[in-house]
């Protein structure tokens, strides 16, 4: 008989031998007991976690001769035919190699035959997501109706590549990576019963190794044990996996101490030089700082349910203790950088050595207390006592450099100019209105008149925004005269209108209080001027090119210089 490789020899036969499942093969034995069994499940979760292998054992337990049970005998004819594959009412496709609609309408059409001795007929497509969109669309009605006593159990690794219309009308279990425990614990139970001495340390880079896969670990064991024959070491194991010795990450931690990068940048060149992988040195490297920042806190290395050997935990406290809480934490957030930066370098090496020198440089952490005690001075008078609760603060705040500022000189506003009242005579025409001589008590109106518009724009801000580009020309004891630029001609044109000056003049009587005689005009004064100033320049051109050559006297020199003539 051919050699049988521990990842077939050592599969579970029972829910109770599945690993790190015990939420979901919990549930799948109450649901026999209770005889509530449904007719398709997903079972999804990455490699090697025992999708296939619950849903065989789900197989048996169900068409057991002693079934259905949640605790499949395997000896009786049915149990044996389904573990060696040769069984016709258990029925396994690979959903790769087997996906098209073809595939599945042949898959369909044989549903409806009934079973040859077993109580159900169990279909278990592996890689169920490979399906196409048509052959998924074949499976929904037979999903959506099954057959009398026809289960289907769907394995995936990529669960969200399933079409909505599958999932739901399945249930779907969602299988966990196996923690390190735990896959040490199953490879520990198989090296004492297949008689193999090992070292637990050699054991536990396996199980690491395996990032949560049972099937890697039994299989890295495999190959293991193949190299190391009787006896399983963690140098060994070290070999043949690729990983760096944990003397070369003592020999680094030590150059980082004595800031000497000579050492380091060495440890590096021998790795390539033996052919190990940047990337495993770095997972390597995090992992042994990992371990001496969780030296210093008491307990942490016994909670991580890992026990390591008592020589190697006395060398993670030893050389931890050079190092502060601080220091470490700053060293892996340098690693865990590096980590991400050599993926995309195009020089890994040179990313791992730059990660090596900026550790070697780097300052050391003090302490808050520390630094207080080293500004103390003899003969000095004592601090004073501060607040217990502020002492336990680890860092200083400080805040940033306020740069002084001179006062600025207050410069009062201008008043504005006094402009006298265009077209006396006809102070009632376009443009302005009077409102009745009010009899209350006089109020100054220019300190009122900000406070109304302010008003006006949170009332009728339409309004409001027009009356802002007047200002005050005078005031009188019941009266209050306004001008707008000539520039602001279409303000002065939609304020004097006859709906808005009356809205306008009555908000401002209930603002005051009394009756306030409104006057508004467009200040003419200055078109004048403007209008003057447009005259006197045209008068300053001169008329002719003989004045022209008057006025600048260049022109006659530049004339006589190049011997010009004026043509006229």
Avoid at 62 to 74: H, Q, V
Avoid at 98 to 126: C, P, T, W
Avoid at 330 to 356: C, G, H, N
Avoid at 411 to 435: C, K, L, M, R
Wanted: proline share 5%; hydrophobic share 35%; with cysteine.
């Amino acid at each position: 008989m051919s050699y049988l490789v521990f990842a077939r020899k050592w599969r579970p036969l029972t829910f109770d031998d599945v690993v790190g499942q015990e939420h979901i093969t919990g549930t799948l034995k109450k649901a026999i007991e209770k005889n509530r069994v449904a007719h398709a499940y997903i079972f999804s979760g990455t490699r090697g976690v025992g999708k296939t292998t619950t849903a065989r054992i789900m197989a048996r337990a169900l068409n057991c001769e002693k079934g259905p049970t949640p605790e499949p005998c395997g000896e009786c004819t049915t149990c044996k035919n389904i573990m060696s594959g040769s069984s016709f009412d258990v029925l396994e496709i690979d959903g790769a190699s087997n996906n098209s609609v073809d595939d599945i309408r042949e898959l369909r059409d044989n549903i409806g035959y009934s079973s040859m001795g077993g109580k159900y007929r169990i279909f278990v497509i592996d890689e169920v997501h490979m399906l196409t969109k048509s052959a998924f669309n074949a499976l929904l009605k037979t999903l959506e109706e099954p057959p009398k006593n026809v289960i289907f159990i769907f394995a995936t690794t990529e669960p969200q590549k399933i079409p909505a219309t599958i999932h739901s009308r399945c249930q779907r279990y969602d299988f966990r990576r196996i923690g390190v425990e735990q896959v040490l614990g199953r490879i520990v139970h198989i090296c004492e019963s297949e008689k193999i001495t090992f070292e637990k340390s050699a054991l536990t880079l396996v199980a690491r190794k395996a990032e949560g896969s049972m099937r890697d670990a039994l299989s890295l064991l495999d190959q293991v044990y193949s190299f190391c024959q009787e006896n399983i070491t963690e140098k060994e194991v070290r070999t043949v996996l690729g990983l760096v010795e944990t003397e070369v990450y003592e020999r680094i931690t030590d150059a980082l101490y004595r800031k000497d990068p000579g050492p380091a940048l060495k440890a590096v060149q021998d790795i390539l030089y033996q052919g190990f992988d940047l990337q495993e040195f770095i997972l390597g490297l995090q992992e042994h700082l990992r371990n001496l920042l969780f030296s210093k806190i008491s307990g942490a290395l016994e909670n991580r349910g890992i026990d390591l050997e008592a020589d190697m935990v006395t060398r993670f406290t030893e050389s931890a203790a050079r190092f502060s809480d601080g220091d470490l934490l700053r060293m892996i957030e340098l690693v865990k950088k590096a980590e991400q930066d050599i993926k995309w370098s195009t020089y890994p090496r040179f990313t791992v050595e730059i990660m090596l020198l900026k550790m070697t440089f780097m300052d050391n952490t003090v302490l808050i207390e520390q630094l207080i005690k080293s500004l103390n001075i003899p003969g000095d008078n004592p601090a004073p006592t501060s607040n217990p609760d502020l002492d336990q603060k680890k860092k200083i705040e400080i805040s940033e450099p306020v740069t002084k500022v001179d006062p600025v000189e207050y410069i009062p506003p201008e008043e504005a100019p006094q402009i006298t009242s265009v077209n006396e005579d006809n102070s009632h025409g376009q443009g302005s209105f009077t409102d009745d001589k009010n009899q209350g008590a006089p109020v100054d109106l220019k300190l009122v008149w900000p406070g109304f518009l302010d008003s006006l724009m949170r009332d009728r801000p339409n309004l409001g925004s027009f009356l802002s580009f007047a200002f005050i020309a005078s005031t009188g004891e019941n009266s209050i005269d306004l001008k707008f630029s000539p520039n602001y001609n279409f303000q002065f044109t939609e304020v004097t209108k006859k709906n808005n000056r009356n809205e306008i003049s009555r908000l401002l009587n209930e603002f005051v209080g009394m009756k306030i005689e409104l006057r508004i005009a467009v200040e003419a004064g200055e078109l004048r001027q403007q209008e003057q100033n447009y005259i006197k320049q045209i008068g300053d051109i001169p008329s002719t090119i003989n004045d022209q050559i008057e006025k600048e006297p260049v022109i006659q020199i530049l004339l006589d210089c190049f011997d010009g003539e004026i043509l006229e």
